[in-house]
Antibody, heavy 120, light 111 residues
Framework: QVQLQESGPRLVKPSQTLSLTCTVSGDSISTGDYYWSWLRQKPGKGLEWIGYIYHSGSTHYNSSLKSRVSISVDTSKNQFSLKLTSVTAADTAVYYC????????????WGLGTLVTVSS | QSALTQPASVSEYLGQSITISCTGTSSDVGKYDLVSWYQQLPGKAPKLIIYDVTKRPSGVSNRFSGSKSGITASLTVSGLQAEDEADYHCCSYAGTNAYVIFGGGTRLTVL
């Protein structure tokens, strides 16, 4: 059974960098035809796609966040990570990681999510 | 790329059926058969219930069905049960410029 788990600081100061890691269990990131994705949900709002990465390292990002986002993969640890720079209070959200089968573009397996608050 | 348009809330009685709409453009919903729907129970992560417009993942009730006409996709929930009360989000592939866009979500209340 494939499971995803987000981890990282829950509180980040304005102008700093938000860093989160998603650990995958029950499947290998380096095999299979999947994209590994980050999404977020601001309080009381809908879902927002941040970006995804293939195990080869190929990435695609939401154009509205592209200048501040970086997603990387560490196949040796079976993890992928998110970095979001120059954060403001508007980046306060629940951040989710998810698995996407290539060709379907559907987020089939999700982590539980982690609330990250941007505040001084 | 603008978000897909969903009604903010819908309500229907127990046992009845309801349809939630998701309107996009000719660049996303109207162009690709890559619409998915997610159910989000209060305080929980979203769960995939429909993908590729009409397909249901294994284990998802057949009371959930999806369809598409032009630039509007729809999710129908039949035989409404109390546990269907949740937020429902639609999503579409939008090509290599925007990739993925979501609707604002619809709160379903079962009366």
């Amino acid at each position: 059974q494939v499971q995803l788990q987000e981890s990282g600081p829950r509180l980040v100061k304005p102008s700093q960098t938000l860093s989160l890691t998603c650990t995958v269990s029950g499947d290998s990131i380096s095999t299979g035809d999947y994209y590994w994705s980050w999404l977020r949900q601001k309080p009381g709002k809908g879902l927002e796609w941040i970006g995804y990465i293939y195990h080869s390292g190929s990435t695609h990002y939401n154009s509205s966040l592209k200048s501040r986002v970086s997603i990387s993969v560490d196949t040796s640890k079976n993890q992928f990570s998110l970095k979001l720079t120059s954060v403001t209070a508007a980046d306060t959200a629940v951040y989710y990681c998810a698995r996407v089968p290539s060709g379907d573009d559907a987020f089939e397996i999700w982590g539980l999510g982690t609330l990250v608050t941007v505040s001084s | 790329q603008s978000a897909l348009t969903q009604p903010a809330s819908v309500s229907e009685y127990l046992g009845q059926s309801i349809t939630i709409s998701c309107t996009g453009t000719s660049s996303d919903v109207g162009k690709y058969d890559l619409v998915s729907w997610y159910q989000q129970l209060p305080g929980k992560a979203p769960k995939l219930i429909i993908y590729d417009v009409t397909k249901r993942p294994s284990g998802v009730s057949n009371r959930f069905s999806g369809s598409k006409s032009g630039i509007t996709a729809s999710l129908t929930v039949s035989g409404l049960q109390a546990e269907d009360e949740a937020d429902y989000h639609c999503c579409s592939y939008a090509g290599t410029n925007a990739y993925v866009i979501f609707g604002g979500g619809t709160r379903l209340t079962v009366l």
